[in-house]
């Protein structure tokens, strides 16, 4: 099992989960976060005074796959997320030691 | 005790019967000439000031509609709006709107670019011209704030992908010409009312032909990105702050008080105060009605109580009355309100089958509650003909005027916004300023 951690411009949202439940992902975590990469920040102007805008919005998605639908799931998010202009985001993978299904008990890929 | 009683018996026999001798001669004897124009003024001011107060309501309705990325925009917009309403109403539409003598075209077309001039500094009666009407500077600030009511009912359509500058030229256009124009066919002594259109504080004049510009606005302007599917299905986009529009709506509701109650036009008499009453009063019930019809509608068809759909309901209500606020009962009133909230719940799905993206309804809600409240006067004694021919020429005008304006602003600097400005939001792409920053600054 593995979480894929996915940052992604915010509009880009519905595409993903659309592509994503076509594979057969069904649960995704959504939060609306503020970061950069290497798309720096650009100034802005307030009341006469410069500031420098350094986070920009993006969503960040966190789901948790089984191995054999992992590089499934990753290709997909990128191929969907991309636009080619700076900002589009990042893909990280990590082991996931276990999952448990709260209402059932169940344990391991039959939790996700 | 006793004497006490009989001294309390005398003096109001002596109140009565100077009452009875008096009932012989006019109202104005009762208000002396003086206090009349006082009153009528004081009426215009204060009506003038709650009507002024509606922009408020404007502002925070919209906010609250829009998504967050948007908000800092649409503020800019209304408040924008309304000072290019007061300097142009100023500059050009008070006069265009009431020509007197100075018709260009008898009827249809009064002088443009004329100045409002006010009468000098400690007035005394001679130097007044109708001592029977109210100051010229509070009849041009009650009358301005309906030219700025007109503008801000576009604003709200438009939303979400316009870019600024294009639709500040518009209001430029449609608060020294466009309104003035219209609206002196009729409360100017133009054609319409010589026609016996009857149009009592501007359910046409000012809701329907701000609709009517609004409409031709989202036609040009095309729906936002991703609302409407190829399958012919709609995508919700859920507005940012449900407390803003509600007290936005709250506001409006205050407002309408001055809108309806100060186009009586004159308070110097009983009868005028008790029509300024029954005006309040039938406002205050046709929202309600309206607010409740649009409950009732939502809980029976979506199951679930719409919270913006009672708002809209509400300003339906609003809308449907402003056509003939004083005649109809306090039921007649609730009816006709309940009919426009009604229409408002049908009406605004009906625009998204048509692929017409209205951000916040204005359409239904101003435009075609509008018609309905401009045609129910003919429950208090209107000629269905001439409010037809009213309501139809009205529309017409401003639609058309407004569709030629929109697409030549297309064509000499574009409307709308990039598709990526469009979905990053335009506070940050066309202010570069987030409604609801938080950390955003380092």
């Not at chain 2, 709107?97 to 500094?121: A, C, K, N, Q, R």
């Not at chain 2, 708002?311 to 006709?336: D, F, H, Q, W």
């Given at each position: 099992m593995?979480i894929?951690?996915a940052?992604?411009?915010p509009f880009?949202?519905?595409?993903v989960?659309e592509k994503?439940?076509?594979?057969?992902?069904q649960?995704?975590?959504v939060?609306?976060?503020k970061?950069y990469?290497?798309q720096?920040?650009h100034t802005?102007?307030?009341r006469g005074?410069?500031?420098?805008?350094?986070?920009?919005?993006?969503?960040?998605l966190?789901?948790v796959?089984?191995?054999?639908?992992?590089?499934?799931?990753?290709?997909i998010?990128?191929e969907?997320?991309k636009?080619g202009?700076i900002?589009d985001?990042k893909?990280?993978?990590?082991n996931?030691?276990?999952?448990?299904?709260?209402r059932?008990?169940e344990t391991g890929?039959?939790?996700? | 005790m006793?004497?006490?009683i009989?001294?309390?018996?005398s003096a109001?026999?002596?109140?009565?019967?100077t009452?009875i001798?008096?009932?012989e001669e006019?109202?104005?004897?009762l208000?002396s000439a003086?206090?009349?124009f006082?009153?009528n003024?004081l009426l215009?001011l204060?009506g003038?000031?709650?009507?002024m107060?509606?922009a408020a309501g404007f502002?925070m309705?919209e906010?609250?509609?829009?998504r967050?990325?948007?908000v800092t925009?649409?503020l800019?917009?209304n408040?924008?709006?309304?000072?290019?309403a007061?300097?142009?109403?100023?500059?050009?539409?008070f006069n265009l709107?009431y020509p007197?003598?100075?018709?260009l075209?008898?009827?249809?077309l009064g002088?443009?670019f004329s100045?409002?001039?006010l009468e000098?500094?400690g007035?005394?009666?001679?130097?007044i011209?109708?001592l029977?009407?109210?100051s010229?500077g509070?009849?041009?600030?009650?009358q301005?704030?309906f030219c700025?009511?007109?503008a801000s009912?576009?604003s709200?359509?438009?939303?979400?992908?316009?870019k600024?500058?294009?639709?500040l030229?518009?209001?430029?256009?449609?608060?020294?010409?466009l309104y003035?124009?219209?609206a002196?066919?009729?409360w100017?002594?133009?054609?319409?009312?010589e026609?016996?259109?009857?149009?009592?504080?501007?359910s046409t004049?000012v809701h329907?032909?701000?609709a009517?510009a609004?409409?031709a606005?989202?036609?040009?302007?095309?729906?936002?990105?991703?609302?409407?599917?190829?399958?012919?299905?709609?995508?919700?986009m859920?507005g940012s702050?449900m407390?803003l529009?509600?007290?936005?709506t709250?506001?409006?509701?205050l407002?309408?008080f001055?809108?309806?109650?100060g186009?009586?036009?004159?308070?110097?008499s009983?009868?005028d105060?008790?029509?300024?009453s029954?005006i309040?009063?039938n406002?205050n019930t046709?929202a309600?009605?309206?607010?409740?019809?649009?409950l009732?509608?939502?809980?029976i068809?979506?199951?679930k109580i719409?919270l913006t759909?009672?708002?809209n309901g509400a300003?339906?209500?609003l809308?449907?009355?402003?056509a003939?606020?004083?005649?109809?009962?306090?039921?007649g009133a609730t009816?006709i309100?309940?009919?426009g909230g009604a229409?408002?719940?049908?009406?605004?799905?009906?625009?998204?089958k048509l692929k017409?993206?209205d951000?916040?309804?204005?359409?239904?809600?101003h435009?075609i509650?509008g018609?309905?409240?401009?045609?129910?006067v003919?429950?208090?004694g209107?000629?269905?003909?001439?409010q037809?021919?009213?309501?139809?020429?009205?529309c017409?005008?401003i639609?058309?005027?407004?569709?030629v304006i929109w697409?030549v602003?297309d064509?000499?600097?574009g409307i709308?916004?990039?598709?990526e400005?469009e979905?990053t939001?335009?506070?940050t792409?066309e202010l570069?300023?987030d409604?609801y920053?938080?950390f955003?600054k380092s």
């Amino acid at each position: 099992m593995k979480i894929i951690i996915a940052v992604i411009k915010p509009f880009k949202l519905e595409e993903v989960r659309e592509k994503l439940t076509e594979i057969g992902v069904q649960g995704l975590m959504v939060s609306e976060i503020k970061g950069y990469g290497r798309q720096a920040g650009h100034t802005e102007m307030y009341r006469g005074a410069e500031y420098v805008v350094n986070y920009i919005p993006k969503i960040r998605l966190e789901l948790v796959v089984p191995d054999n639908n992992v590089s499934k799931a990753t290709d997909i998010i990128s191929e969907t997320a991309k636009t080619g202009k700076i900002g589009d985001g990042k893909i990280f993978v990590l082991n996931v030691e276990d999952a448990i299904r709260i209402r059932t008990g169940e344990t391991g890929d039959n939790a996700i | 005790m006793l004497s006490l009683i009989k001294i309390f018996v005398s003096a109001l026999i002596c109140i009565v019967s100077t009452t009875i001798l008096h009932a012989e001669e006019t109202n104005t004897d009762l208000v002396s000439a003086h206090g009349v124009f006082v009153f009528n003024t004081l009426l215009f001011l204060i009506g003038g000031f709650l009507v002024m107060w509606m922009a408020a309501g404007f502002a925070m309705l919209e906010a609250g509609l829009v998504r967050s990325k948007n908000v800092t925009t649409q503020l800019t917009k209304n408040i924008a709006l309304f000072s290019i309403a007061a300097i142009a109403y100023f500059l050009v539409g008070f006069n265009l709107m009431y020509p007197g003598d100075g018709w260009l075209i008898t009827g249809y077309l009064g002088p443009i670019f004329s100045l409002t001039g006010l009468e000098p500094v400690g007035a005394t009666a001679e130097q007044i011209g109708d001592l029977g009407y109210a100051s010229v500077g509070s009849d041009f600030f009650f009358q301005l704030m309906f030219c700025a009511t007109t503008a801000s009912i576009v604003s709200g359509t438009i939303a979400e992908r316009m870019k600024l500058w294009p639709f500040l030229i518009f209001t430029v256009l449609l608060t020294a010409f466009l309104y003035p124009i219209e609206a002196s066919w009729q409360w100017g002594g133009g054609w319409l009312s010589e026609l016996g259109f009857s149009d009592f504080a501007g359910s046409t004049l000012v809701h329907a032909a701000g609709a009517s510009a609004a409409l031709a606005g989202a036609i040009v302007l095309g729906p936002r990105i991703g609302k409407y599917k190829d399958d012919g299905s709609v995508n919700p986009m859920p507005g940012s702050n449900m407390p803003l529009a509600t007290l936005g709506t709250f506001i409006l509701w205050l407002g309408w008080f001055g809108f309806n109650g100060g186009s009586q036009l004159a308070l110097g008499s009983i009868g005028d105060a008790a029509d300024v009453s029954r005006i309040f009063t039938n406002t205050n019930t046709a929202a309600a009605g309206g607010a409740l019809a649009a409950l009732i509608l939502t809980q029976i068809m979506y199951k679930k109580i719409d919270l913006t759909m009672v708002l809209n309901g509400a300003l339906a209500g609003l809308v449907s009355i402003t056509a003939e606020p004083l005649a109809p009962s306090i039921g007649g009133a609730t009816l006709i309100g309940a009919i426009g909230g009604a229409i408002v719940v049908f009406a605004v799905p009906m625009l998204d089958k048509l692929k017409i993206d209205d951000v916040v309804g204005a359409i239904s809600v101003h435009g075609i509650a509008g018609i309905w409240g401009t045609i129910a006067v003919i429950f208090s004694g209107g000629s269905f003909g001439a409010q037809i021919i009213g309501t139809v020429s009205i529309c017409l005008f401003i639609f058309i005027l407004s569709f030629v304006i929109w697409y030549v602003l297309d064509m000499i600097m574009g409307i709308r916004v990039s598709e990526e400005d469009e979905l990053t939001g335009l506070d940050t792409t066309e202010l570069g300023m987030d409604a609801y920053p938080d950390f955003s600054k380092s």
